[in-house]
């Protein structure tokens, strides 16, 4: 039985960076969350359809743990991961980890937490884990999941060993900074540039500003790819702005990061680009409400127009994201 004392276990709104949050400032490096989210190069788009989900899926930010390996890159980091098919094993890593005084990052399907309010499967969800005792895991979630919470042993025993989309085999990690880490102002430019870079070029058309322009003309076909718009809508638009997305589909966060790095570096591109997001943030947030009121009302002209914000919105973030990517070739 160890519970580590000297943790600060603020919940955030995204879980991936709630739980690094508190690695890092277990570490003593406190960043706000839209730094963590920003530093990471952590928003994309995704349009993901297939014949086995119920209903398309719309994401906001990069792939489960991708952000975690962009930020210790970028901050100099030791990113120790642990991964098994063994969950005996998996528990031994973990308690190992905390028995030496450091709280470990876990990558597990929230379906299976006690305290879980949306029983919803989600194998990419991310926690803190700063203690357990005979019965219970001591845990950090998001702000919403109620932040320093518990779960049995066997709850996290099975959402840990979860398979399905985005699940990972018991993945466990630790972050380690090094004596001297580097200032966050130096990082800021490699790290919005290779966001803009992969969000302007994707490989495939369901990504990035293109995924966005997709999805703006598939969106007035949804009535159609449901048998229950009336779950299936409102869930859709809930899922961009309540769930752990920070609102706007994590463009309230990437709009926050970027006024963080206004304040620090002084670039008209950088300029450019945080007004250009707070007017996609503003538009997100207007597409949602128009999907779920699609849903609420059965109106495919609610459709229509969430697909033309969403035409919208692919132009207005390639455009910020033009200006964004310049800002590796400014003069210091």
Request: charged share 20%; net charge negative; glycine share 10%.
């Amino acid at each position: 039985m160890t519970t580590l004392t000297d943790i600060d276990a603020r919940g955030a709104r995204h879980c991936e960076t709630t739980a690094l949050g508190v690695l890092l400032r277990h570490q003593g490096l406190d960043l706000s969350e839209p730094m963590l989210f920003g530093l990471g190069s952590g928003l994309s788009f995704l349009y993901w359809d297939g014949r086995n989900m119920d209903f398309p899926f719309l994401g906001g930010r990069v792939k489960p743990f991708d952000l975690t390996r962009n930020l210790a890159t970028r901050l100099g980091l030791e990113l120790r991961v642990r991964e098994t098919t063994s969950a005996r094993k998996a528990w031994d890593d973990v308690a190992a980890a905390i028995d030496a005084g450091h709280p470990v990052g876990l990558q597990l399907d929230s379906y299976h937490l006690d305290y879980f309010g949306s029983k919803v499967h989600f194998g990419g969800h991310v926690v803190a884990m700063y203690g357990y005792d005979d019965h219970d895991a001591h845990l950090v979630d998001t702000e919403q999941q109620g932040g320093a919470v518990s779960t049995s042993l066997t709850s996290l025993a099975r959402a840990r060993a979860a398979r399905g989309p985005m699940t990972a085999r018991h993945r466990s990690f630790t972050l380690t900074a090094p004596r001297n880490p580097p200032a966050p102002p130096a990082r800021i430019v490699p790290a919005i540039t290779a966001c803009a870079d992969a969000f302007l070029n994707p490989p495939i058309a369901n990504l990035g500003h293109r995924g966005i322009e997709k999805a703006g003309k598939l969106v007035p076909t949804w009535l159609q790819r449901t048998d229950d718009p009336q779950r299936d809508l409102p869930q859709a638009a809930l899922l961009m702005e309540k769930a752990g997305t920070g609102g706007a589909l994590f463009r309230n966060l990437y709009r926050d990061f970027l006024a963080e790095c206004a304040d620090l570096l002084d670039s008209g591109h950088l300029r450019t680009g945080h007004t250009l997001y707070t007017e996609a943030a503003v538009l997100w947030t207007e597409a949602a409400a128009l999907i779920r009121k699609a849903g609420d009302v059965g109106d495919a002209q609610c459709l229509v127009q969430a697909g033309s914000v969403l035409g919208d919105l692919s132009r207005v973030e390639r455009e910020a994201m033009e200006a964004l990517v310049r800002l590796g070739h400014e003069t210091p």
